[in-house]
T-cell receptor, first 115, second 113 residues
Framework: EAGVAQSPRYKIIEKRQSVAFWCNPISGHATLYWYQQILGQGPKLLIQFQNNGVVDDSQLPKDRFSAERLKGVDSTLKIQPAKLEDSAVYLC?????????????FGPGTRLTVL | AQSVTQPDIHITVSEGASLELRCNYSYGATPYLFWYVQSPGQGLQLLLKYFSGDTLVQGIKGFEAEFKRSQSSFNLRKPSVHWSDAAEYFC???????????FGGGTRLMVKP
């Protein structure tokens, strides 16, 4: 079974530029998550989708971050414009459902550096 | 609001020695608790999880954790550490209204030969 795929793996941009990350969850997984992991910290949930609907985006900085999950499969996370403090690893995870006992499976992440 | 504290940022143990990583959580109801491991260049992997029942939980790679409600703790243990266990370990609490996970700050484990 293929795992969660993310691209690109690394991205370097100047501040005020825009950037987009892509995630392909495990086939059949209804729930998709985006996390931000700043160096030296644990991951922080940004947004949670179930199929193509948003379940929780309370920690997403909506003035600059946006995410979508068209057709309930792939997802993109966008930052526009980027700030220095957005430098982090962006992790995508998926789970079969929204039941709280479901295991979340994480992708390898995209490491973003904002200069 | 739920929160997790991992008091030890770094821990170094000798190969073959026993290991205990500490975790304290804050949550108003019965928590859902997890331990994840993050190895260099690899994604986060679930080691074990606790939802209810037996408070001693067995996981993969020989790890176990014990839920102690009175101490609000969920410490991770392994009787004999292998060099390949060197990684970052995260204690995680999940709410029981959905699947929202809150991660602790992590403990970086180094293993001496």
């Amino acid at each position: 079974e293929a795992g969660v795929a993310q691209s690109p793996r690394y991205k370097i941009i100047e501040k005020r530029q825009s950037v987009a990350f892509w995630c392909n969850p495990i086939s059949g997984h209804a729930t998709l998550y985006w996390y931000q992991q700043i160096l030296g910290q644990g991951p922080k949930l940004l947004i949670q989708f179930q199929n193509n609907g948003v379940v929780d985006d309370s920690q997403l900085p909506k003035d600059r971050f946006s995410a979508e999950r068209l057709k309930g499969v792939d997802s993109t996370l966008k930052i526009q414009p980027a700030k220095l403090e957005d430098s982090a690893v962006y992790l995508c995870a998926s789970s079969p459902g929204i039941i709280n006992t479901d295991t979340q499976y994480f992708g390898p992440g995209t490491r973003l550096t904002v200069l | 609001a739920q929160s997790v504290t991992q008091p030890d940022i770094h821990i170094t143990v000798s190969e073959g020695a026993s290991l205990e990583l500490r975790c304290n959580y804050s949550y108003g109801a019965t928590p859902y608790l997890f331990w994840y491991v993050q190895s260099p260049g690899q994604g986060l992997q679930l080691l074990l999880k606790y939802f209810s029942g037996d408070t001693l939980v067995q996981g993969i790679k020989g790890f176990e954790a014990e839920f102690k409600r009175s101490q609000s703790s969920f410490n991770l243990r392994k009787p004999s550490v292998h060099w390949s266990d060197a990684a970052e370990y995260f204690c995680v609490v999940g709410n029981n209204a959905g699947n929202m996970l809150t991660f602790g700050g992590g403990t970086r484990l180094m293993v001496k030969p």
